[in-house]
């Protein structure tokens, strides 16, 4: 069992959108198949009567520069608001499998998943019960410098510029496949004007 502290500076994003408030907690990385764990202490009074349960929480350090991965990925279980903080438990992502609140798959004698091992049990899930909505690919460019013709020399900018556009809008893909095809499209044809592509979506279960 190891657990994480940092004195870095982290970004916390609850279901997306980053928290600005101060925050600080610790990483508890179980081992032997246990659930990681995470807590965090929010300081923002306005969140206290915020619902957060199950709500994704992502956390990603900036020990050398802006994480694209973050460290520690889950969903709440817990949350214990007070008149200066919010104190919420996340479970990493396994949580949506284990425990009464975990995901619900219903079986009949035609359809189950009988000598299924838990890699092909997962993939089924994921590939055919797990609807993805609200889709959207976005372009993003960033251009650090411009090319000056009269003095014939690259000349950086002060800020980067950076522009956005939207290539997809989707309200939903019928499985995994397609929402791949459509990420893969864009990607390569993008890919080839040095384009930064951003997808985000939400996911549901098909009962």
Known sequence: M???????????????????????GSINFSGNNNLN????????????????LNKKVELFLEESGQD???????????FTPDETKVTLKVLDVRAILTGKSGLKINATDEKNYD????????YEVVTDEVNYNNIVI???????????????????????????????????????GELYEIIKFHTDKQGQY??????????GIEY
Do not use: W
Request: aromatic share 12%; net charge neutral; hydrophobic share 30%.
């Open 194 to 203: 040095g384009n930064e592509i951003k997808v985000s979506f939400d996911t």
């Open 68 to 78: 694209s991965i973050p460290i520690f990925r889950g969903f709440v279980k817990e």
């Open 138 to 176: 976005k372009s993003v460019q960033t251009r650090t410098y411009y090319y000056d013709h009269k003095k014939k020399k690259h000349i950086d900018y002060k800020k980067p510029k950076i522009t956005t556009k939207i290539l997809h809008e989707e309200d939903s893909c019928y499985d995994l």
């Open 115 to 122: 000598g299924k091992t838990l890699a092909q049990f997962i």
């Open 37 to 52: 764990q995470m807590i965090v202490t929010i300081q923002n009074i306005d969140l206290q009567n915020d619902s957060f």
């Open 2 to 24: 190891t657990q994480e502290n940092s004195l870095f500076l982290h970004k916390l994003f609850i279901d997306d959108k980053e928290i600005l408030a101060s925050s600080s």
